[in-house]
Structures are given as C-alpha cells and as structure tokens.
C-alpha cells in the first residue's frame, strides 16, 4: 500500500511540474494603430527588427491597424527598430517579363517617408506584461510621431 501512495505523489508531482509556464523571454502578441497625418495606413508591413540580430517579426498593417499573433511575434525583454512602411500604386506600369506577353504590371512607390523605414529610430521594447504591447504610432511626413 505504501508503494501505491509513494508511486501515486510522485505522479502527481510530474505531472504538476509539466503544467508550470516557462520562465523567461517568449514571443509575445504586439498590435496597434498607424497613421500618417491623420489618416490610417491603408495597406503597409510594420517590421520588429531586433537590435542583438534575432529574428525578427513583421505584420501587415491593414486599415490603420496591426495584429501580430504571439505565435510569430517579437521575443518579451528585448528591444526592437521598428520599420513602418507603405507602397502606393503611382499610375505608371512597366511590361511584364514573367511570363513574357503577361500583363503589365503597376509601379510602386514609397508613401511613408524614410524616418519610419530606412532612417528609423524607432525602439520599443516587448514587455512579459501583454497588456503593455500595445503600440500605436501617429507618423507626420515632416518625420516626426507619437
């Protein structure tokens, strides 16, 4: 009987231990609102570039907003570029070389300027607090945000 009780605890224990959260950094969910002089980012990627050569994590900006999931997202405890960009159709096209004879395709060009994207020095650092992931960023031409 007291091979079953010991046999029993030493179970319940394992299986406990299994239950635990890890501890330090995880990816984390990170989302919020982008706007260039008032009006919401129609279509664009914001992009998590970590400053110590992790990986790093992008979503789409869709409508003025970004979601990106904890699956994919930036690593909790470190600070991360932020990269905002958004390109534009500019009316003009060019041929289509694959396939040949395909369709033409549309130019694109750049709408937010290079202080968001190239020339950011945007930081935000992921916090284990989900809560404080949020990250809204209201973008002016003149390069400067909130």
């Known amino acids: 009987m007291k091979l079953i ?12 231990a299994g239950c635990s959260e890890p501890a ?6 990170v989302w919020g609102d982008v706007s260039l002089d008032g009006k919401p980012i129609e279509t664009g990627t914001i992009t998590f570039d970590s400053i110590d050569g992790s990986a790093p994590a992008q979503a789409e900006i869709k409508d003025g907003r970004y979601d990106l999931a904890a699956e994919s997202g930036p690593v909790s405890e470190k600070t991360y570029k932020i990269r905002i960009n958004a390109r534009v159709k500019t009316g003009k096209t060019v041929p289509n070389v694959m396939p040949e004879d395909g369709p033409t395709m ?8 290079p202080a ?3 020339n950011s020095n945007i930081q935000k650092t992921i916090s284990l607090d989900a809560s404080k ?13 909130e």
Do not use: Q, W
């Open 106 to 113: 549309d130019v694109l060009a750049e709408s937010i300027p």
């Open 133 to 145: 992931n949020e990250f809204s960023f209201k973008l002016t031409k003149a390069g400067t945000y």
């Open 116 to 118: 968001y994207h190239v």
């Open 24 to 29: 330090g950094p995880r990816t984390m969910r």
């Open 5 to 16: 009780a010991t046999s029993c605890l030493l179970a319940a224990v394992f299986s406990l």
